[in-house]
């Protein structure tokens, strides 16, 4: 609350009953609310949950944050949720996961109040022990979603016991001995304890399950063609069950088992896990383990709750499992689901799906004309009005800009960036926020600065979630993009498709300007000189040219220096060309450091120079000259050679009227520089 609130409210305390009150509140607001000075305002401190999640392949899963925000909106507790999400363990090219992985290196975790890990698609070990170590060294509270991570708080289904549930079915009521067990991969959390639970019931009951009835693989469907494939070219006959580590596994084995004549329930029986959507409608409708995503996060969020207001929470905390026992096993009638809502449903996300690649195919178009990527973003919400988000901004690493800078560079180009530049790991410090668009409208920005992630995303309205995405270009990271409220894309699963566009369009842009400069480069080779860095004869010809016509066409005058480096000769024969050189350069860098930005400074020959700019006045013109001949004799002190450095210069002024040719003024100054150095010798003889 601003302090000059406060004021008010005090002077309108009209008894110590009021004042009492009063300050009962101040105490309850403070007790709520830690304040904090921003740039214009006081801001009260809103609680921060990061939530550190690794899609499914391409497919965000929606279940986690929608659960978190439930959670929140409910009590009205002053939370928002920061979201870091990738997609790395879907690309077979190794460079682009880790680079999507990176995006979990963004946050500062010890900025947030509480964590929520769902680390379960993780793909590389090695990302999986940094998150740890991260969250472990934040200080802060964790929870883990559906995985058991060292001593962080667990939350999600009882894996072991539901497991157990089904064979135990299988065994008590069908009376099967013989199972074949396919499970998912032997480091993953949720299969380990779903296979234990088997193994442990099947030695209780004294059945038989040896390594051969096994099979490892993971929770797709490819998964259960090659598992049944392994375990049926093993075996040659089918056992009395199959359970699945998943619904994926279990249809698949149906339709492999099927090609060979054989079908579920008659010929064996066969189980699932997750209830999902081809569970229910398949035929036969599999028997599953059913339980509601969403939930496991929003009981995540109630752990944090609780702990922030200090109560004792256990380390394990389970949600709801619900068996659905099936045709597939014996037991069902077929699937109770409503088949003409669940079609309606597909016809309908069939006709989103189109029209949204459509729209995709039309802002990609878009983007690729696009010459700066502030240009390339607001393309997206132009032309997927169904984006329904809050707000988008772009951050990036400023050396994406490395090429055009130097591109724009008026004299000559330095040595060429190099795409090493980017992070691999981590991200810069300082990032510059080069695209803001907030409720409809795009925002102004001069390229904000942005370090860390706060302030900069607070937001003082609670139950907001902001989701972080990473931009690369393979392996390189470039920036990130947020999102504010991206429920609908969340859902949806619009971010993909989004996400590659806008970086296949900055890769391209980013590749022109590369060309562009290199372009660049190439030409400043003909028209530069070696030795100084300044342009050579072929670039005074040109741009001193060009310069000239462009003064006259728009009756604007032009100084002319031409320039004559003292003595040369007698500091070659002297003290050797390597001096001599020295005294070259010297001279050059003092034309430079001391001519206007719009100056043509060139080495027209051995020791001699001509420099073309704007003429501003007679005063400023003799300044000029005044102010190169002290740079030059500094030039010479500084780098301590044996011998002072003096130049003799010639100026002319252009008259935009006159009919004399840029070589006509060229000469003149030749002479006037001439008629200088005539005098000097004359003085020192």
Known sequence: MPFWHLEGCF???????????????LRKRWNGYSSKYNETNWVMDMRKVALITDGWRRLFTYAWPAGILQRIQETGEDVNLYIFNSTGNWSRDAGYNRAEYNIYNLPELSDFDGIIL??????????????????????????????????????????????????????????????????????????????????????????????????????????????????????????????????????????AAAQMGFHAPDDFRITGFDNFDKAGFYTPSITTVGHIQEEAAYHGMDVLLRLWAGENVPKYNFTETEMLWQESCGCGKGSSRDARAHLKDQIMYSVESEEF????????????????????????????????CDAMYLVLDDHLNAYKKEAEKSIHLDAAPSDEGFYVHGYPRQMQMTFAYERDQRLDLDRQEVDGIFPTFDYPKPGQDFLFLPLHFGERTVGYVVIRNAVYLMEKQYLFQIMNALTRSMENLHKKEMLAYMNKKLSSLYIMDTLTGIYNRMGYQQLGEKAFRISKRNHRKLLILFVDLDRLKYINDTFGHEYGDMAICAAARALMQCSSRDAVPARTGGDEFVVVQTYQSDEASRDLVHRIRRTLEAEGKAQKLPFPLTMSIGTVVTDPDSNLTFADYVKQADGLMYEEKVQKRAARK
């Open 11 to 25: 002077y309108n305390c009209v008894s110590m009953g009021t004042v009492i009150l009063f300050f009962i509140y």
């Open 118 to 255: 769902e680390l379960n698609n993780i793909s590389s070990p090695a990302v999986l022990a940094d998150v740890i170590s991260n969250a472990k060294r934040s200080g802060r509270p964790v929870v883990s979603i559906a995985n058991e991570l060292g001593d962080f708080y667990y939350v999600g289904i009882d894996n072991y016991s539901a497991m157990k549930q089904v064979i135990a079915h299988l065994h008590e009521v069908h009376d099967c001995k013989k199972f074949w067990l396919l499970v998912g991969a032997q480091d993953n959390y949720e299969s380990s304890c779903r296979l234990q639970g088997m193994l442990d019931y099947a030695k209780e009951h004294k059945i038989k399950i040896d390594k051969d009835d096994i099979w490892y693989g993971s929770f797709d469907y490819k998964s259960g063609l090659e598992g049944y494939k392994h375990l049926w070219d093993r075996h040659k006959e089918l056992p009395d069950a199959v359970i699945c580590i998943n619904d994926n596994v279990a249809v698949a084995v149906c339709e």
């Open 357 to 388: 690649d459509e729209e995709v195919l039309s802002m990609e178009a878009e983007m690729m004309q696009c010459n700066t990527v502030e240009e390339m973003m607001y393309c997206i919400p132009q032309c997927i009005p169904s984006l329904k």
